[in-house]
T-cell receptor, first 112, second 112 residues
Framework: DVKVTQSSRYLVKRTGEKVFLECVQD?????MFWYRQDPGLGLRLIYF???????EKGDIPEGYSVSREKKERFSLILESASTNQTSMYLC???????????FGDGTRLSIL | EDQVTQSPEALRLQEGESSSLNCSYT??????LFWYRQDPGKGPEFLFT???AGEEKEKERLKATLTKKESFLHITAPKPEDSATYLC?????????????FGKGTRLHILP
């Protein structure tokens, strides 16, 4: 069965902090994705990765970076957290193109 | 511009009252269409993939269908546990960076 695990369900941080969100998948999937989900705006793609050490900007990459050193792990980094980054963050993976993405349960991040 | 529109935004039904959710898309060719279910505070859960017009998929009380311009998610004799947000996502055929486009979802509430 497909399993995508996000390290924290809830996280509270202060403005200016560097924040790390971790995501691990156990299905040997090539592609991994980070989204944020906000009421009324739906799911918006932040960054994605086709393979190890590869990364591509999504629709809203400003203020974020990512790291993929191992195939199973994809990290999202908020370089200097700001209050407008308070959101639900969702990680997803898929085996390859035109196959469905499978999501983790999300991290609800609050920046105070 | 590629676009996915879901309707209605919200739907309240009595238990046992069948209905359909709509997902209209405007893309330059369809590579795949995906349906997800999302419960509050959780990540989207994959339901179906449809690839070509005329295709249908079924799972318990849910049936997804696809035409060249839209997809329907039919819910037959729903139960309160079917209450959730249902998301539709489309992967365009001519998509340089292989992303998928999500609709904003339909919030379904089944009253006992």
């Amino acid at each position: 069965d497909v399993k995508v695990t996000q390290s924290s369900r809830y996280l509270v941080k202060r403005t200016g902090e560097k924040v790390f969100l971790e995501c691990v998948q156990d299905m040997d999937h090539e592609n991994m994705f980070w989204y944020r989900q906000d009421p009324g705006l739906g799911l918006r793609l932040i960054y994605f990765s086709y393979d190890v050490k590869m990364k591509e900007k999504g629709d809203i990459p400003e203020g974020y970076s990512v790291s993929r050193e191992k195939k199973e792990r994809f990290s999202l980094i908020l370089e200097s957290a700001s209050t407008n980054q308070t959101s639900m963050y969702l990680c997803a993976s898929r085996v390859y193109s035109n196959q469905p993405q499978h999501f983790g349960d999300g991290t609800r991040l609050s920046i105070l | 511009e590629d676009q996915v529109t879901q309707s209605p935004e919200a739907l309240r039904l009595q238990e046992g009252e069948s209905s359909s959710l709509n997902c209209s898309y405007t893309v330059s060719g369809l590579r795949g269409l995906f349906w997800y279910r999302q419960d509050p505070g959780k990540g989207p859960e994959f339901l179906f993939t449809l690839y070509s017009a005329g295709e249908e998929k079924e799972k318990e009380r849910l049936k997804a269908t696809l035409t060249k311009k839209e997809s329907f998610l039919h819910i037959t004799a729903p139960k309160p546990e079917d209450s959730a947000t249902y998301l539709c996502a489309v992967q365009p055929l001519m998509n340089r960076d292989d992303k998928i486009i999500f609709g904003k979802g339909t919030r379904l509430h089944i009253l006992p």
